[in-house]
């Protein structure tokens, strides 16, 4: 598991310095002449890096806004990033020291201070100073077999439910996500893709426009891509937005407690392993049911079966109805549910395991890669 994007701010005592060409401000047009111009404002600006790369950083008065994908920065590729927040926060410091800004600090608790709300009643929030964290990405390789087994991986998934998302599967085939019925993704926002694909459709030809068919940058994205082909790269990641790290406490730099995101993404990753029944019959439905010990006797097992054939067979069900909801919990745990209609284009049910039908692994490194040096930029 790595750190793929990084949003983040921190609040200083002191004035910070002008690091944009230009800003705004608020107009008073019916103030008098000298007291007009208010608030003013600076602009965001990108501090450029090596290879196209950019972080953005904001100043508004007493405070720093700092975004980007520091796993990326001065680098052509991130297909292997930072393993740790503070590795990425020692990305964003060498940028702000270049800029003439304090380095961003580990949050602080100071107590509580009551806070009165609408309806009339008060409520404590702490007081923390240092560095606060909005958004966060974590990401990690899967290795799933050679070439063509990425696209049987991702439409399998995309047959699967998280956190009471249904498994979307992109057009093209190379991507599924899990959103609401709306289409929204409020906290997390899930994601698996097709690596491969992914540079292939955006880094190549930029490189290769910037750079030349015949440099030494464009030669190793075409290798990283044939690597991640070869292998069969399939990238897990999870966007953690503000409401999310807020809810869980999250949003701390090296006060909050980062072993919750392992758990939440190990569970994740560990998404397939409800993928149990490779062919859509009675008899194996029954015995994955029975392997799994999700069911105390074949009889049971049968009955359960029976409406997953009559649910691919175009069949709905009453779902408030108790029968219906206890056959459906047993099925979900093998990676069916009933409860949404049968898309036999997306529903496409493989066992996963590590050695057979799907090898499962997490991908190794290449001799041939270049790992991100970010203590050279602390440096």
């Not at 008065?61 to 990326?72: A, D, L, M, Q, T």
């Not at 995309?158 to 009471?164: A, D, I, Y």
């Not at 284009?345 to 395991?353: E, G, N």
Request: hydrophobic share 35%.
């Amino acid at each position: 598991m790595f750190f793929d994007w990084l949003d983040c701010y921190q609040d200083y005592e002191q004035d910070l310095p002008i690091i944009s060409d230009d800003g705004y401000c608020n107009v008073d047009y019916t103030a008098p002449e000298d007291e007009r111009y208010s608030a003013p404002r600076q602009r965001r600006i990108d501090h450029p890096g090596s290879y196209s790369t950019k972080i953005s950083v904001h100043v508004v008065g007493r405070r720093v806004y700092i975004s980007g994908n520091p796993s990326r920065y001065n680098r052509l590729d991130n297909l292997f990033g930072l393993t740790t927040i503070d590795q990425c926060v020692s990305v964003y410091n060498a940028i702000l020291a270049d800029l003439g800004i304090p380095p961003l600090v580990p949050a602080k608790f100071h107590g509580f201070r009551t806070v009165d709300r609408s309806d009339g009643t008060q409520t404590l929030q702490p007081v923390m100073t240092g560095c606060h964290i909005t958004t966060l990405h974590i990401t990690e390789n899967i290795a799933v077999g050679g070439a063509g087994m990425v696209d049987t991986y991702l439409k399998a998934l995309s047959s699967q439910s998280w956190r009471n998302r249904r498994g979307r599967l992109h057009s093209n085939g190379k991507a599924v996500d899990w959103v609401s019925n709306k289409g929204h993704a409020r906290e997390i926002y899930a994601s698996v893709y097709d690596k491969g694909h992914e540079i292939g459709l955006h880094s190549l030809e930029r490189v290769r426009r910037k750079f030349g068919q015949h440099s030494t940058e464009y030669k190793y994205l075409v290798d990283l891509k044939n690597y991640c082909d070869e292998n069969g790269v399939a990238r897990f990641e999870l966007k953690l937005n503000s409401p999310y790290l807020k809810r869980h406490n999250l949003q701390y730099y090296q006060y909050s407690d980062y072993s919750h995101l392992e758990a939440l993404f190990k569970a994740f990753i560990n998404l397939d392993q409800k993928l149990e029944v490779n062919h859509m019959d009675l008899n194996t439905i029954t015995q994955a049911l029975m392997d799994k010990k999700i069911v105390e006797s074949t009889k049971s097992a049968n009955i359960t079966a029976l409406y997953a054939i009559n649910w691919m067979n175009g069949q709905t069900f009453d779902l408030s109805k108790r029968q219906v909801k206890t056959h459906r919990a047993r099925l979900r745990q093998i990676g069916i549910d009933i409860g949404k209609p049968c898309n036999l284009l997306t529903f496409s049910p493989v066992i996963v395991k590590q050695v057979t039908e799907i090898t499962k692994a997490q991908l190794p490194v290449p001799s041939f890669y270049k790992h991100p040096n970010h203590l050279r930029l602390v440096a």
